[in-house]
């Protein structure tokens, strides 16, 4: 078995996030929502959509976008929000950590640290994503500093390519 090789802490202010509520579950319907928002030039970065449980139930879908293009994806969102019976809220206060390395595929003990390191910290994880090399946690925006600071010491990282800003829109810093 690798051993995890955590090689940096990421870091993200520029996000916010879009929960659609009450999204009928059914083909196609994710797929106009990221068409509508791609043809007016919003970037998606993480998304979640919970499945329903309950036959006819309905499902909520969550996801991470640039600050700067909440108004247009607001505005993009709201012929469909009439149309399919949706209630969109968003929250343009959301940060993003990440941790960066490999061996996590294999190692459930990373992401157990991660969520633990934030959670002693005081930081209440809003979403989650996960690669073979990364986990991505969205968070309020003005925990962002205090989280990255708290899983660069967990991961007992240093040196100055250890802990950086994440342009999830665009190329790292």
Known sequence: ?????????????????VTLKDVPHSPGVAGRIATVLANNE?????????????????ADISFTIPRSRLTAAREA?????S????????DEAMGKVSV????MKSHPSVAAKVFT??????????????????????ISG????GAARALHA????????????????GEFA
């Open 1 to 17: 078995m690798e051993q995890p090789l955590i090689t940096a802490v990421t870091h993200s202010t520029e996000e916010a996030r």
């Open 42 to 58: 919003v970037n998606i970065d993480m998304i979640i959509q919970n499945e329903p449980i309950a036959a006819g139930a309905l």
């Open 77 to 81: 969102l709201a012929p469909l929000e």
């Open 83 to 90: 149309e399919l019976g949706i209630e969109a809220s968003s």
């Open 100 to 103: 960066i390395g490999a061996g």
């Open 117 to 138: 390191v934030l959670g002693e910290a005081g930081v209440n994880i809003e979403m989650i994503a996960t690669s073979p090399i990364k986990i991505s946690c969205v």
């Open 142 to 145: 003005d925990e962002v500093a």
């Open 154 to 169: 967990a991961f007992e990282l240093s040196g100055p390519d250890t802990i950086r800003p994440e342009r999830p829109f």
